[in-house]
C-alpha cells in the first residue's frame, strides 16, 4: 500500500494511486493522484521550465528552471516564491510571515493513525506514512501524515507542527490538504445553500483565479459544505474522473480552488484562516483536522458509494447498528413548546401501535423553557409541564413499547436562565461591545474547561436519571462576539478552534459515559452536517424543512458525500410548515424512509385511511432498512433539472435486492411517457419487480422499465427488485 523509495512515496488503494517525490532541492513535489497504475516515478510528468516572474531560491544557484511559483507541491508554503494558494503560513518573532519546506525524513507506522481530540476514520488495518518536512530557518517541523484505507479507496490526511525553536511561532494558516493538478479543465462541484434549503450542488468549470467557499460561522453551516469535487468536465454519475475531498471538522473552514497562470489548479483545504492564530511555545505542536480524499474514474455513482462505504464502517459508530431498526416520533412539530406529559402521551399513545419504537421528546421540556427566550443553560426538568419528571414519563413511555430520546441543545444559554444569572461571564462577549442574540440565546464558551464541566455535570446528571437511549443534540445559532476570558488577548486567534474542541470533548464524554445513546446530531436542521460531527453523532438532522418535495433536493445534495442511513428525515403534517404544500403521506414516507426515518406529527390527527398506509409504511422500513440504508445509492435523476419525477435506487451489495423510489412532480394534462432505466443490477440476474414476473437485470438496465402516468400532484411509487 505504501512504497517508500529514496524520496519518491507512492500510497496505492484498490482503486488509486497517489504519489509524491522530494526533488533534488529537497522540496516535496505532488507527482500524480488518480486511477490505479502500477507504480513507478511519475515525477516525469513535471516540467522544469523558465518562467518570466517565476522567482528561483538561492539553493538552485544558477538553475532558472526551479521555481516553487510553476511545480506541483505536496504542502503549498508562502512568501518564499509560491504566489498560489498557500497551505502554511508562520508569523516569526521578529514579525515576518512566510513557510519554506524541504523534505527531512519519513516512517511507517502500524494501522491508521489516530488524533487525539479530533475526529478521524479508524483503523485498525490500514498503514500510516509520516513524512516529516523542515522549516530550518524557523525551526519548525511540519509532519504530513497519511492513511491509506484500502478497500474504501481512501487516503486520508493530517498535519503535524512543531516549534523546534527557542522563540514563540505564531500559526496563521495550517490547511489539512493541497492537493495541486497540472491541468485546468476541471470543474468545481460545491454543496451551498441556507437554513432550509441545505447542500445545493453548484457545478462550474474553474476560470483563472480563486474561488473559495467556506464558513466562519463557528459551525460548518448551512451555507457551505466541508465537502468538495472536481471533475473532468464531462464527468456525470456514470463517466467521467472526479475526486472528493471533505475536512472532518465541525468549525470554521475555507475550501479555497486556484486555477492558476498555466492551467495548474490547486486545491486547499482546512481550518479557515480568518479568525485564527495559533502561538506554538517552544516544543509545543498543532494538529490540523483530518481531510480525507477518494477518486473515481467512474462518475459520481462510483465516488459516492466509495465515500458512503467508508462513512459508514470507518467513520461513524452506531451503539445501535446491527439491531432492529426503530422508526421514531418527535413531537416538535405537533407541538412546538407548548406540551405537557399528558399532551406527550397522547402523541406516543397513538404511534406506539403503528410499529413505532422510539419517542422523542424535543424542546421545550426543562427550565423555564416556554418560549425560545429562557431556559437554555438549565437542564433539569420543568415541573410545570412534566410534574413527574423523567422518572415517570420515561417509563409511560418504555410501557408503550417505546424507547426515549431526550433533545438538549448544550452550547447555548439563554440570559432568562438560572445558569447565565448564576454566570454572565460564560456567554462569549466580547469587552465593552453590546451582545449579539440569535434567537435570543448567547452561545457558551465551550473552549473553556470549567463551562464544559458544569454543563456536562448536569447533562450527565439528567441522562443517568432515566433509562435514556437517544438524544438529538441541537446548536441553533452561529457565533459572534467570540472572545474568551479563559485566554490572554494575545491568544484569542485559538478560540474558534478551541470551541470545536469544546464541543469534540463534550460528545466524547457523553460517548464514552453512555455508549448504548444514540445520539442525533442537529443545528437547525442541517447546519453542522459534516464529516466531523458524523464521528460522535451517526446521523444528523438534514434540514428544518420537511416538506417531501424540497427534501428530495436537499438529500440529493447531501447524498454525493454522505450515506443515506446518516440523514435525519420524518415524515410531517400538511400543509408544510415551511412551505404550505401539502404532499400526499405515502409521498411523504418514500421521500423520509430514504433517510434515518420517523414521524414528527400527532398520529392522533391522522385518518384511518392514513393510519393504515402509515403502518405499512414503518413496516416497509424495517423489512428493507438494511437495503435502504446499506445499499448502493444511485441517483437516477437530478431534481433540480425539474423534470417531470425524481428517482433513486438502492442496491445491495451482493446486487441481488434493489428498491427503485420514484416522485413526481406537479400533474399535467398529456403527461408524457416515461420508462427507467435502472442501474446496479448483475445483468446475468433476473429480478422479480413488485413480486411480478422476473425480468433480466440487463433489461432493466438497459430497456428500462415503464412508469404509470401521474395522476394528481406529487404521486410517488416504490419497486422493489429480488431475484430469482
Ligand atoms: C431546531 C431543530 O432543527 C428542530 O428540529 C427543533 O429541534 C428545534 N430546533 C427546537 O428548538
Redesign the pocket.
Known sequence: MILCDKGLFTLHTKNTTYQMKANEYGVLLHTYYGPRISSGDLSYRIQYTDRSFAPNPEEAGENRLFSLDVMPQEYSTCGMGDYRLPSLELELPNGSRSADLRYKSFRLEDGKYALEGLPAFRGPEGETLVVVLEDAAAQVDVELYYGVLEDYDIITRAVKVLNRGGGTVRLRQAASLCLDFQRGDLDLVTFDGKHVLERRPNRAPLIPGVRSVGSVRGTSSHQHNPFVLLCDHDAGEDHGLCYGAMLLYSGNFEAAVERAQFDDVRLVLGIHPHHFCWPLEPGESFTAPEAALCCSKQGFAVLSHRLHRAIRERLIQNPWKGLPQRVLINN?EATEFTFDAERLMQIAKSAAPMGIGLFVM??GWFGARDT?AAGLGDWTVNRDKLPGGLEDLVPRIKALGMDFGI?I?PEMVNEDSKLYRAHPDWAFQIPGRTKVRGRQQLVLDFSRREVRDAVYGALKAMLSSADISYV?W?M?RSLATVWSAGLPPQRQGEVFHRYVLGVYDMLARMRRDFPGVLIEG?S??GGRFDAGMLYYTPQI?CS?NTDAIDRLRIQYGTSFCYPVGTMGAHVSAVPNAQTGRSVPIETRGVVAMSGTFGYEMDLGQTTGEEREIIRRQTAFFKEHSRLIQEGDYYRLTDPFQNGPYTAWEQVSPDRREALVSVVFGTAHGAPPFSTLCLKGLDPALRYRVNGGEPYPGDVLMEAGWPLPMPWDDYQSLQFYLAAV
Do not use: I, L, Q, V
Request: glycine fraction near 14%.
Open positions: 416538535w424535543d424542546d425560545d433533545w441543545e438529538k441541537d441553533n442537529c437547525g436542521g438532522w428544518d
